[in-house]
Structure formats: structure tokens, C-alpha cells
């Protein structure tokens, strides 16, 4: 039986710990392919083994969260946001806090501070108290624990003393007030904060949210992009949004590609030519056909890559998750440890061991170290996609660091795979016009892309038009043709003696009549972006199936110094391993016979206009016709792996230094919950640095 892939909307989860916690309650169940993403709320999986898919989805509930059907469409009670929880909290904390000074001595009596107290506690027992009870329940303690235990402590010690008319020293309901409300704006930053990071993809979707406007018997009918299949005919007028992909059938319109390609100059679309969902019409009209609907859209697979790029974690991601995992029961082992030092050991009141425990508690932040790398990961690759380059994975943002090659096949990626002619050599006495003419002839009932080129070229130039009765196209040597006066042709491969072109005869009634040399043109930033690789202290590397000499004036050309010709895609294999041997080695192609080269190369990358067998073997993909987008996709690596790094430092040199602090009684509960607050947003806003850093 086939595999199931299971897709869930997940709400509740505000941190790495929750969705470690639903990772590892699903991995329990021998479910496969799991990513849990706590910032989009979305949990995937493969049901292999076929298990009961609503008692999956009642455990996952049983861990505290929600599963909603639509979450642009989920409505959440007043009561329940996060936002209106820190109101309440704050303005009942505050008479609390600020007692000491206000004019008012009734807050000085034990029982008033209790009444004030208590409803800001009720809040902190359902908000933290029922994920920590469930992520105890999941085996995987969140920080949850640390705020509810922590609060829970001053409440009770300062209700006791309350009870027992223990005078002053026994009160501290604005430890406890303070610690819930100081928590609670930390998570109301946090969550503005990772919304921002998931930006790019929600970018994306909003941009599938269109109408199209369908005709139907001349009349127009205005649906739902959803709504769109195959074949229906659609008008999309100046300022609209293209609705799904599909071929142009009449009118003429510039259209903003820029979401997909990164390239701010408008493409100009007349009939027959491709249009992409999500596009934007600038100026014009046109009626198209819908050929791509739905999931298959080039858009709705790009948003499907970036959420499975953002769950693919880079290994340096392990070591943040692995401490998160057992960071909670370390903190409280330590907060007992500190209390019974305190205590016990150097004698201090129990009130001061109390609040150096608690301040153990609340300072510590294991949200820090899980946010470190999924934050940078997403703005990375968020900022990657704006500028046409498609990421599939948030570890290959670390499988390019120290890259010392690159790799280049050298047609349609050095070059543009558009073939002109050079030189026109005529053995006969027919003209330049009539060569032209029986060139283009021949070659417009041919598909190769040699061919296609050729005539792009001569169709603006002076030539004497012949009429074709027939052409044939013989594969691997060239095409023959007969015109209606009965004269054959033929156009095929030329003198293998002239190899520093590519070279074509021409034939006619098997006399030869001319020799054609064409040349591929290279791309005008192929020499800069080598001169740029350079500098970075990458070699760049030349490697293709083309002739050795050809190779080598391209090189030459450009200034790749090491040249690989002639190369079959084993041969290719052999090259790249020979590479990846002496470091780290990124293959750029777009050929069916590049793609076991860019598999087997540390990261693969291949160009927008590449076969569909290229793109899928690539790592990365770059969306845009600028072959400069590798530096920018060099940078941007490079850049996300320095945030998530210095990320992790802070992280973890925040525990390491805040957590003793807090033990030896520098640090008040009051003062590790404000620091434990924004030590999370810290970190986001250090990801989210990413979007605007300018990058070298």
C-alpha cells in the first residue's frame, strides 16, 4: 500500500521544546519523515504503517495543543490571546510591584496583596502550568516548567506566611505576579518576532489568495483560484494577479516576475508564452489557458521546497536541540542544589534560599538555544527566495561553508545555450540572402535548441525565402529537406577537423554549398562572477561534455584556469569525487547528463531554465537568469551560518553566566524574569538582522 503523507495544522506550540515534544510523541508512534514546524504551526508526516490517524491526533491534544482545520480562518477567544493576558497580568502586577511607593498603605496588608495577587497567578497556572504539565507528560520538559515552578513557589510560600501572620519577610506576591507578567511580554515579542522570520513563506501564500476572472461563453465569471482547472480560458487585466500557470492565447502584457526570479525589469508576454501564477501584470491584457492548477503551480511547489528547506536542520542545529532536551531537569536539579546550599550549608533564612532557587529558575532560557538555528534558517532563506534563489534545505546553508571549488558545465550555464552564427564560408555560387533563407527553412521544422537559436538570429537579417514540401530530422547527424522544385538538402554536422567551432555543412543535391560556424554565447556575468569567486579564495572549475578546445576558449575567456572537456556523465562522477577528495566542491549545471554530478557533489546547484531531472538532483535552484546569484547565494549562506553561530553563543553564554549569578543571590526573581523575558527575543532579533544586513 502506498505511504500516506499527513499534513496538520497545529496551534499552542511557542517554542522548540513544544515541537520537540510532538516529534518525539510522533516518533513513539513509528511515524516517518516528521517535521514540526512550531513557527508556522505545521506538523508532516508519513503514515506508513497505517495508524489510527484521529488517535494521533487526540494524543497530540493530550500534549496541550490544538489541531484547527484553517488557521488564517481560527478564531481566538478574547480570553485566550496572549497579548490581552499580558494587559490584565501587568496592570494588576504593577500596584504590586510598585507598593513600596505608592501612597496607598492598604497594598502593605498581606490579605489585599493575596486578592491582587491570586488572578494573575490563576492565568500563570493555566498559561505555563498546562504546557509544563504536558511536556512532562511528553518527556520533554519545556521552559514552561522552570516559570510555572518557579511562581508557584513564591505564591505558596508567601500564601503561608499570609495564612500564619508571618509578618513581611514572608510576602512575595509581586515576585510572583512580576515573574508571570514579565514572561508573558516575553512571549508576546517572541511571537511577534518568529512571525516575522516566517514572513517570506506567508509572503508567498498570500499571493496564491487571488480571484481569476474565467470566461465562460463570452461572459466572465469571477472564481476562486482554487477554483481553476486545466483548460479554462481566463482574462487578467492591467494591476492583476496571474491566477495559476498557463500559455498566453491572445494579447500582449508586461508582467512583474520578480517574486519568482528576483529581477526588478518587467518580461514582456505575447502569444504563446509561458505565464506563471503569482505574477503581476504592469501594463496590458491578455486571455490565457490555465495548463498548471493547484499543488502543481511553479509557486505552490516553490512554498512546498521552502517549508521542507526550513525542517531540513543543519548538523549544527543538533547540539542546540540536544542541551534544550535535558536542559529543564539540569535547571531544577540546580535550583535544589541552591536551595539546599543556601539553606542548609551557609545558613542564610529560608527566604533568601527560596529566592535564589526561584531565581534560578526563571532566569534560565532553553528557548534561546532552540530558537538560535530555526530563526536564522528561515530569515536566511526567506532573503535567499526574494532574490530568485531557492534553497531546499537548511543544511545546505552549512554544507557550502569553506567551500574551496566550484564547479561549472559550461552550456547554458557559462553559456546561454543560445547558438549565433560566426562566420558563413560558401563553396558555391549561391548568395549570403540565399543561404540564409534555405538555413531558416530547414531549421524552423526542427525543435533542437541549436536549431531554435539559428533562426532567432537570421529572422531580422536579408534572406531569399524558400518553400519546404518536406524536412526529417535524422538524430545525432543532422536535418534533410525537400523543397517544392524537387532540390534536397541537408544541415548537419560539419568538418570535425574544425574544432574550434562548432561547425554545420550545408548540402545541396549532395553538393556542399556552404559551412556554417556557430558559436554559444557566453553569459555577460560568467567573467565577473569567476573574478568574484576568486577573490573569496573559491577555484572555480570547468567541466563539460563539449570538445576540449572549445572548453578552453571559454575559459580563457572568463579566467577558469582549470578545464575539463569531453567528459561523459561518469567521467563527470569521477571529476567531482576527485574534488570533493581535497574540499568542499559545489557543482553548478542544468543538463539531464549533469544530474548524477550535482548528487554527488557536496551541494548541487542548477539553473532556472535546466531540465526537470537537474532540478530535482540540485540543492539549490537558482529561479533568476543572473548567474551572479551564486555569490549572492555564497553570501547569504554564509551570513545565516554567522547569525546562527553567534546565536548559540549567546545562548549559551546567557545561561552559563545568568544561571551562577542567580545561585550565589545577585540576581532577584523580578530581575531573572525581565532577563529570561528578552533573552529569546534577543535571538530573533539578531536572526531577523539578516533581512536588511548587507552582506560581503
Known amino acids: 500500500m502506498a505511504e500516506q503523507i499527513i499534513e496538520l495544522n497545529v496551534t499552542g506550540m511557542h517554542c522548540n521544546n513544544c515541537a520537540l515534544s510532538v516529534h518525539k510523541l510522533l516518533e513513539k508512534k513509528g511515524l516517518q519523515n516528521i517535521h514540526v514546524d512550531f513557527a508556522s504551526e505545521e506538523v508532516k508526516f508519513t503514515n506508513q504503517k497505517h495508524a489510527d490517524l484521529d488517535l494521533i491526533k ?168 482554487k477554483e481553476v482547472r486545466p483548460g479554462d480560458t481566463l482574462l487578467v487585466n492591467q494591476g492583476d494577479k496571474i491566477p495559476v500557470d498557463g500559455e498566453v492565447l491572445s494579447g500582449n502584457a508586461s508582467l512583474d516576475e520578480a517574486m519568482l526570479t528576483g529581477e526588478s525589469m518587467p518580461v514582456d508576454k505575447e502569444k504563446y508564452d509561458k505565464v506563471i501564477g503569482g505574477t503581476i501584470v504592469i501594463n496590458g491584457n491578455i486571455k490565457m489557458i490555465a495548463t498548471k492548477v493547484g499543488s502543481n503551480t511553479v509557486l505552490s511547489q516553490i512554498i512546498d521546497l521552502m517549508k521542507k528547506a526550513q525542517g531540513a536542520k543543519p548538523p549544527i542545529q543538533k547540539l542546540g536541540d540536544k542541551v534544550a532536551g535535558i536542559f529543564v531537569p539540569i535547571v531544577i536539579i540546580i535550583a535544589l542544589i541552591t536551595f539546599g546550599i543556601t539553606y542548609f550549608a551557609i545558613h542564610t533564612s529560608a527566604q533568601t534560599a527560596i529566592m535564589n532557587a526561584i531565581a534560578v529558575l526563571v532566569i534560565s532560557c532553553p528557548c534561546a538555544m532552540g530558537l538560535a538555528t530555526p530563526t536564522a534558517v528561515m530569515v536566511g532563506l526567506g532573503r535567499a527566495a526574494k532574490n530568485g534563489i531557492l534553497i531546499k534545505g537548511g543544511d545546505t546553508i552549512e554544507a557550502v561553508a569553506n567551500t574551496k571549488y566550484v564547479v561549472f558545465d559550461k552550456t547554458g550555464t557559462l553559456t546561454t545555450g543560445k547558438f549565433k552564427i560566426q562566420d558563413v564560408k560558401i563553396e558555391d555560387d549561391l548568395n549570403i540572402e540565399q543561404i540564409r533563407g534555405i538555413i531558416t527553412a530547414i531549421e524552423e521544422r526542427s525543435n533542437h535548441p541549436i536549431a531554435t537559436s539559428l533562426v532567432s538570429g537570421l529572422v531580422a537579417l536579408p534572406q531569399t525565402k524558400i518553400i519546404l514540401k518536406l524536412a526529417k530530422e535524422e538524430k545525432g547527424l543532422g536535418m534533410r529537406a525537400e523543397d517544392i522544385d524537387g532540390n534536397n538538402y541537408f544541415l548537419g554536422s560539419g568538418n570535425k577537423d574544425l574544432d574550434d567551432v562548432f561547425n554545420l555543412s550545408l548540402y545541396k543535391n549532395q553538393i556542399l554549398i556552404a559551412h556554417i560556424a556557430i558559436d554559444d554565447e557566453i553569459k555577460p556575468e560568467a567573467k565577473q562572477l569567476v573574478a568574484e569567486l576568486k577573490k573569496m579564495g573559491i577555484i572555480p572549475i570547468l567541466l563539460s561534455g563539449d570538445k576540449i578546445s572549445r572548453c578552453q576558449k571559454v575559459a580563457k575567456i572568463i579566467g577558469i584556469d582549470e578545464v575539463h572537456g569531453e567528459m561523459l556523465p561518469d567521467d563527470k562522477l569521477k571529476v567531482i569525487d576527485i574534488y570533493k577528495q581535497k574540499g568542499k566542491t559545489i557543482m553548478i549545471g542544468d543538463g539531464i547528463n549533469d544530474a548524477p554530478a550535482l548528487t554527488q557533489a557536496d551541494v548541487g546547484v542548477s539553473m532556472s531554465g535546466s531540465s526537470q531531472v537537474a532540478i530535482q538532483s540540485a540543492s539549490v535552484v537558482l529561479l533568476n537568469t543572473d548567474l551572479y546569484s551564486v555569490v549572492k547565494f555564497l553570501q547569504t549562506s554564509k551570513h545565516t551560518l554567522i547569525t546562527i553561530k553567534q546565536n548559540l553563543f549567546w545562548a549559551f553564554a546567557y545561561n552559563f553566566v545568568a544561571i551562577p549569578l542567580a545561585a550565589f543571590g545577585f540576581l532577584n526573581p523580578m530581575v531573572g524574569a525581565f532577563a529570561m523575558a528578552f533573552s529569546d527575543v534577543v535571538v530573533i532579533g539578531n536572526s531577523l538582522r539578516l533581512k536588511k544586513k548587507k552582506l560581503n
Open 58 to 225: 487526540k494524543d497530540i491534544e493530550g500534549l496541550g495543543y490544538k489541531i484547527v482545520d484553517d488557521p488564517a480562518n481560527q478564531i481566538i477567544p478574547f480570553y485566550d490571546k496572549v497579548e490581552n493576558k499580558f494587559i490584565f497580568c501587568s496592570l494588576l502586577s504593577a500596584p504590586l510591584l510598585l507598593h513600596m511607593v505608592l501612597p496607598w498603605h492598604f497594598l502593605h496588608q498581606p490579605l489585599v496583596q493575596l486578592i491582587i495577587c491570586t488572578p494573575v497567578y490563576l492565568v500563570g497556572l493555566f498559561h505555563f502550568g498546562k504546557s509544563a504539565i504536558n511536556s512532562i507528560r511528553g518527556s520533554m520538559p519545556n521552559m514552561d516548567v522552570l516559570i510555572f515552578t518557579g511562581s508557584t513557589a513564591a505564591y505558596f510560600y508567601s500564601l503561608i506566611g499570609t495564612i500564619q501572620n508571618l509578618g513581611e519577610h514572608y510576602q512575595f506576591y509581586e515576585t510572583c505576579a512580576t515573574i508571570i507578567s514579565l514572561v508573558l511580554l516575553g512571549n508576546v515579542l517572541e511571537k511577534r518576532s518568529v512571525t516575522q522570520t516566517t514572513s517570506a513563506i506567508k509572503d508567498l501564500v498570500k499571493i496564491q489568495h487571488v480571484t481569476a476572472n474565467k470566461v465562460v461563453d463570452g461572459k466572465i465569471e469571477v472564481i476562486n483560484a
